[in-house]
């Protein structure tokens, strides 16, 4: 699934909407088991490698047509399965934190042209290389908008976005159960998740059948992700680069 450079998604990504979402993104977003797994609770995994560079910004609309934008970096290395550290480790010339378990860095880098390129210094456990990968555009998702719109989850919805420059999308649907029993302490307390890859059109539209977990009223988050993706081998040693982005929109919804 994954070769140079190629146009692809592989993970979903934790990303706050204006105040919610993630109790503690900062620590480990990331957290493969041994040398490959699931990424951020993702159900697409990543493959098995022995280092991970990941750099990623979120586009989140806010109530009033104002968008607010993350940027966030990370890495994880691997020997015999351990996480180990490198020595030291920037990307773009920017020197990140090499501390297990934690964001690395949160640079504004530039999405959607040249290149994100990391320069990892390593040590026995880590080799010493550089990785390059060509990152999406960041993007938005035009409508429906936060604090505007409602979904119907009787007829559905479709969502139109501006292009992250990738061949596809992953599309994911979640329930906000804390905001939703803030709001209407009769809200559903059942945590539910739809998720699914789509051709980058620039509009993907859900039937009912994909919105069949929101049940009664309340709140929904709609994501949508792209990442492009680098492999190459140092000294016998899969190390992947990723890079990310999102757009996320947070929407009443009723029956």
Same mark, same amino acid.
Request: glycine share 10%; hydrophobic share 35%; proline share 6%.
């Given at each position: ?5 190629? +146009? ?6 934790? $990303?706050?909407? $204006?105040?919610? &979402?993630?109790? /503690?993104?900062?620590?480990?977003? @990331? ?6 797994? %699931?990424?951020?609770?993702? =159900? ?15 586009? !989140?609309?806010?109530? &009033? ?10 890495? *994880?290395? *691997?020997?015999?399965? !351990? ?8 990307? /773009? ?7 297990? &378990? *934690? ?18 210094? &390593? %040590?026995?456990? #880590?080799?010493?290389?550089?990785? +390059? $990968? ?25 969502? !139109? ?15 906000? =159960? ?21 051709? /980058? ?8 059948? /994909? ?10 988050? @709609? ?16 190390? =992947?680069? #990723?890079?990310?982005?999102?757009? !996320?929109?947070? =929407?009443?919804?009723?029956?």
């Amino acid at each position: 699934m994954i070769s140079g450079s190629r +146009s692809v998604v592989l993970i979903v990504l934790c $990303v706050a909407v $204006v105040g919610y &979402g993630c109790s /503690n993104p900062d620590m480990n977003p @990331i957290s493969p088991p041994v040398q490959g797994g %699931n990424v951020w609770g993702s =159900l697409f995994s990543l493959p098995p490698a022995d280092a991970y560079l990941v750099t990623y910004s979120s586009r !989140t609309n806010a109530y &009033g047509g104002a968008t607010a934008d993350d940027n966030q970096q990370w890495m *994880y290395f *691997y020997n015999s399965g !351990t996480p180990v550290r490198a020595n030291s480790v920037t990307v /773009n010339g920017n020197s990140l934190e090499t501390a297990l &378990g *934690y964001q690395a860095g949160s640079y504004p880098l530039t999405f959607g042209t040249g290149y994100h390129t990391w320069s990892v210094t &390593g %040590n026995a456990s #880590v080799p010493t290389y550089t990785h +390059s $990968v060509t990152p999406p555009s960041r993007f938005t998702i035009t409508s429906p908008d936060t604090g505007v719109d409602t979904v119907d989850v009787s007829t559905g919805i479709t969502i !139109t976005h501006t292009s992250p420059g990738t061949d596809s999308v992953l599309v994911r649907v979640m329930y906000e =159960l804390g905001i939703s029993n803030r709001e209407d302490s009769a809200a559903s307390d059942t945590p539910w998740m739809y998720m699914d890859m789509y051709d /980058n059109t620039g509009s993907i539209t859900l039937s009912p059948s /994909n919105l069949s977990g929101l049940s009664g009223s309340g709140f929904t988050m @709609i994501q949508i992700l792209a990442a492009k993706t680098d492999v190459k081998i140092v000294e016998s040693k899969t190390c =992947l680069a #990723v890079a990310a982005t999102a757009s !996320t929109v947070l =929407l009443r919804f009723k029956p």
